[in-house]
């Protein structure tokens, strides 16, 4: 192989690399949108009588989703799509961050660095008003016929 068909090959492999992280940091502000949208659409769908806010295992998913979170930052663990974005980047010889994708962006958005017990805090109490949510706007059961109120 000549050198220009390494050079190129080396290239592609960094580009693909690019592509995957930036997949995963798509993916990632997918499940942070779900997590925060997610509560707003809930307390909206309530005073707007949105039945779809009402499925059980959206709910369901909802919660494990923010309940992930925080046993991530009350384990100090960094939460695996950063981890995976990291490594890629790293891998396409790109820049990478150091610590939380939330503390990251935070900072990089708002300039402002806090210590990860402010975070732990800020997810635990979105996680106590995702787990109010099941009470104030009370799921269906998971037995119930599928039927629209008339």
Same mark, same amino acid.
């Given at each position: 192989?000549? #050198?220009?068909?390494? *050079?190129a @090959?080396?290239?592609? @492999?960094?580009?693909?690399?690019? *592509?995957?992280?930036?997949?995963?940091?798509?993916?990632?502000? =997918?499940?942070?949108? &779900?997590?925060?949208? %997610?509560?707003? &659409?809930?307390?909206? %769908? #309530?005073?707007?009588? $949105?039945? $779809?806010?009402l499925?059980?295992?959206?709910?369901l998913?909802? =919660?494990?989703?923010?309940?992930?979170?925080?046993?991530?930052? $009350?384990? %100090?663990? *960094?939460?695996?799509?950063t981890?995976?974005?990291?490594?890629?980047? /790293?891998k396409?010889?790109?820049a990478y961050?150091a610590?939380?994708?939330?503390?990251? $962006?935070? /900072?990089?958005l =708002?300039?402002?660095?806090?210590?990860?017990?402010?975070?732990?805090?800020?997810? @635990?109490? &979105?996680?106590l008003?995702?787990?109010?949510?099941w009470?104030w706007?009370?799921?269906r059961?998971?037995?119930?016929?599928?039927?629209?109120?008339?």
């Amino acid at each position: 192989m000549d #050198k220009q068909a390494v *050079i190129a @090959s080396a290239i592609e @492999s960094n580009v693909a690399y690019l *592509i995957a992280a930036d997949m995963m940091l798509f993916m990632h502000l =997918l499940f942070v949108a &779900f997590v925060i949208a %997610g509560l707003v &659409f809930v307390f909206i %769908g #309530k005073i707007a009588s $949105w039945y $779809w806010v009402l499925n059980p295992w959206f709910r369901l998913l909802h =919660l494990v989703a923010i309940a992930v979170v925080v046993l991530q930052s $009350w384990l %100090g663990v *960094i939460c695996p799509l950063t981890i995976w974005e990291m490594q890629l980047r /790293e891998k396409a010889g790109d820049a990478y961050y150091a610590g939380s994708f939330i503390a990251h $962006w935070v /900072e990089e958005l =708002l300039y402002y660095n806090a210590p990860p017990w402010v975070f732990m805090v800020l997810y @635990s109490l &979105f996680g106590l008003l995702v787990l109010l949510s099941w009470f104030w706007v009370r799921p269906r059961s998971f037995n119930r016929q599928l039927r629209r109120p008339v």
